[in-house]
């Protein structure tokens, strides 16, 4: 099956420092990338859907200037927590879809602001 | 606004019984359903998609049906083992959307006890 990885899978950082996650399709080429986010104990919340090449889209709530999605290619995204603060600290899962009509999702980041 | 429920929330049973998890959806006017996978502390693994024009999908002890009228969807686990042990999450993407942007149950926590 189709495989989705993300790097890195865990991260610490300091409060006010900037982090990037990076998403990529190792076996296709992915049309669309979506970036989620979950807290403990609670499902998968949608944060944006990027095309590549274009500017990503944002569900309601997120904000853009805070979380900067570059999809630069058919096989990478990049997710960039910028500012980062204790209340950012969660669980990121990408996701790819290709031709097809299914998503593959990454395996997740656990971001840890201090 | 789609809203997607699973019961129970949590479950747990005896190494070798059948069960059956349970997903509703608000608006039936899904393009498909599709049941994941998540482990502690990781990503999805897909298991499971139904398109809106099937009944049922197979795969080994899994068996995935849909109802699209009465808005739901069950997953059936045969011959349960400690292995299976895991959250089970189902999603439909957004009504105007063809396989894109998931809206997502919050998951039953699967517990099989050898």
């Known amino acids: 099956g189709a495989v989705v990885s993300q790097h890195p899978s865990r991260v610490i950082c300091k409060s006010g420092t900037s982090v990037k996650i990076e998403c990529r399709s190792l076996?296709?080429?992915?049309?669309?990338m979506f970036w989620y986010r979950q807290f403990p104990k609670q499902s998968l919340m949608l944060m944006a859907t990027s095309n590549e090449g274009s500017k990503a889209t944002y569900e309601q709530g997120v904000e853009k200037d805070k979380f900067l999605i570059n999809h630069a290619s058919l096989t990478l995204s990049t997710l960039t927590v910028t500012s980062a603060h204790p209340e950012d600290s969660s669980f990121y899962i990408c996701?790819?879809?290709?031709?097809?009509?299914?998503?593959?999702f990454g395996p997740g980041t656990r971001l840890t602001v201090l | 606004k789609q809203e997607v429920t699973q019961i129970p929330a949590a479950l747990s049973v005896p190494e070798g019984e059948n069960l059956v998890l349970n997903c509703s959806f608000t608006d039936s006017a899904i393009y498909n359903l599709q049941w994941f996978r998540q482990d502690p502390g990781k990503g999805l693994t897909s298991l499971l998609l139904i398109q809106s024009s099937q009944r049922e999908q197979t795969s080994g002890r899994l068996n995935a049906s849909l109802d699209k009228s009465s808005g739901r969807s069950t997953l059936y686990i045969a011959a349960s083992q400690p292995g299976d042990s895991a959250t089970y999450l189902c999603a439909v993407p957004l009504k105007e959307t063809s396989g894109s942007r998931l809206t997502f149950g919050e998951g039953t926590q699967l517990t099989v006890n050898p």
């Open positions: 996701s790819a879809r290709g031709q097809g009509r299914a998503q593959y």
């Open positions: 076996d296709f080429q992915a049309t669309t």
